[in-house]
């Protein structure tokens, strides 16, 4: 956050995204794996804990350590009680009521996608002359978001092309937007909350890969 507090900071607070947790798994490998919350119904890994906070806000006033210490404990706190009430819901059989089973299928849809994209820019890297010639202008990691999302855009244009998707524009451009935050939380009880359905990235640039090539008489 301190290396890149700009791009951190909304309405005055600190904020973690998906991004920086995931780069906090690629960084952590192996120990992903290590037991870090236990209980009597199961134990709860680093990795499972780090995908929880994808679900949670994590936000600071300031990056003061205690102040930071805090905070994150706290949204643990909130990831381990989210496994324990979904544990219980599994308990009583309430994932088979038609209502959680609309909403779980949601929720599995987006984790497929997430899944699925990361397997396509997993595959994508920079070689060693390019990331000597990166760090000395420090952006190495801009090159290679930047190569990911290209490979991506190309993945799902393909998939486009492969499932012959076809868009009214018209219709796109006459739909109104709004700058007003649509994001809606559901409470789950004991003061928690989750997002009542998943976030999803933006991604837009994949049409440009899809549509068939212009040719030019010459």
């Known amino acids: 956050i301190k290396s890149d507090s700009a791009n951190h900071v909304k309405k005055n607070f600190f904020q973690i995204d998906v991004a920086d947790l995931e780069r906090l798994e690629e960084e952590i490998g192996p120990r992903l794996a290590q037991k870090m919350i236990a209980t009597e119904t199961g134990d709860l890994s680093l990795g499972a804990v780090i995908n929880g906070l994808k679900y949670t806000t994590i936000v600071f006033p300031s990056l003061k350590p205690r102040t930071v210490f805090t905070i994150v404990n706290n949204n643990i706190k909130t990831v381990v009680q989210n496994e324990l009430v979904a544990r219980e819901g599994m308990k009583r059989n309430y994932q088979q009521s038609e209502n959680v089973r609309h909403d779980v ?6 984790r497929r996608s997430r899944l699925l994209m990361k397997a396509v820019t997993d595959t994508v890297a920079v070689g060693d002359d390019e990331i000597d010639a990166a760090v000395k202008l420090n952006i190495r990691r801009k090159l290679l978001d930047e190569r990911k999302q ?10 486009g092309r492969k499932y012959n998707v076809t868009m009214d524009t018209a ?4 739909v109104s937007t709004t700058t007003t935050s ?3 939380w559901r409470t789950i009880g004991f003061g928690g909350r989750i997002l009542a359905v998943p976030m999803v990235v933006p991604q837009t640039q994949w049409i440009r890969g899809m549509l068939p090539e212009k040719t030019i008489n010459q």
């Open 105 to 110: 299928n949601v929720w599995m849809d987006s």
């Open 150 to 159: 290209q490979t991506l855009n190309n993945y799902l244009g393909a998939l």
């Open 171 to 174: 219709k796109l451009r006459s």
């Open 182 to 184: 649509m994001v809606t």
